[in-house]
Antibody, heavy 120, light 108 residues
Framework: EVQLVESGGGLVQPGGSLRLSCTASGFTFSSYAMTWVRQAPGKGLNWVSAISGSGESLYYADSVKGRFTISRDKSKNTLYLQMNSLRAEDTAVYYC?????????????WGQGTLVTVSS | DIQMTQSPSSLSASVGDRVTITCRASQSVIGYLNWYQQKPGKAPKLLIYAASSLQSGVPSRFSGSGSGTDFTLTISSLQPEDFATYYCQQSFSSPRGTFGGGTKVEIK
């Protein structure tokens, strides 16, 4: 059974940092691209970042480029999102999600989400 | 970046109604278009992939159509458990995958 469990969310002051983790199980982690999607309170889904299965290719939304860093640890089956220089507008539930195996496949499994609140 | 526009942003419907939601891409995504359902406090759930393929376990009252820039999600007979928010997402530029703004389906 595929499982994605996020952790690391919480309250942080503007300008601060936070690292989110997503522990994966039930599939061959290194074979799949992974992604972070966020949802501000009462708003829609926004794609944030993605990483290839090998970890060699990284992708970012313009809104987080230069502030967020995505990475993965194959030995721990874990996906990370390092978030620096946080702003109030980064407040959201952050979902870790798994892409399908092939180009064009959908995001087919999501974690339960972790809430990040940026406030003084 | 490819922009995705959904309409309407919300709608009211009754149980048994036929509901149609549209999604338009700013450029052709061929058939790489997916639909998700999200209920309050829950993660999104994949309903339709590749524009018209039904995800395993999803009821057959859900269907998708379209290609290029214009796509449609149809619920043939709305059920109480279908009241939720629906999102389209393009996977043409995966693993970048932009979403539409969402359509909230509410009870009339």
């Amino acid at each position: 059974e595929v499982q994605l469990v996020e952790s690391g969310g919480g309250l942080v002051q503007p300008g601060g940092s936070l690292r989110l983790s997503c522990t994966a199980s039930g599939f061959t982690f290194s074979s799949y691209a992974m992604t972070w999607v966020r949802q501000a309170p009462g708003k829609g889904l926004n794609w944030v970042s993605a990483i290839s299965g090998s970890g060699e290719s990284l992708y970012y939304a313009d809104s987080v480029k230069g502030r967020f860093t995505i990475s993965r640890d194959k030995s721990k089956n874990t996906l990370y999102l390092q978030m620096n220089s946080l702003r109030a507008e980064d407040t959201a539930v952050y979902y870790c999600a798994k892409w399908g195996r092939n180009y064009g496949d959908p995001v087919d499994f999501w974690g339960q989400g972790t809430l990040v609140t940026v406030s003084s | 970046d490819i922009q995705m526009t959904q309409s309407p942003s919300s709608l009211s419907a009754s149980v048994g109604d036929r509901v149609t939601i549209t999604c338009r891409a700013s450029q052709s995504v061929i058939g790489y278009l997916n639909w998700y359902q999200q209920k309050p406090g829950k993660a999104p759930k994949l309903l339709i992939y590749a524009a018209s393929s039904l995800q395993s376990g999803v009821p057959s009252r859900f269907s998708g159509s379209g290609s290029g820039t214009d796509f449609t999600l149809t619920i043939s007979s709305l059920q109480p458990e279908d009241f939720a928010t629906y999102y389209c997402q393009q996977s043409f530029s995966s693993p970048r995958g932009t979403f539409g703004g969402g359509t909230k389906v509410e009870i009339k």
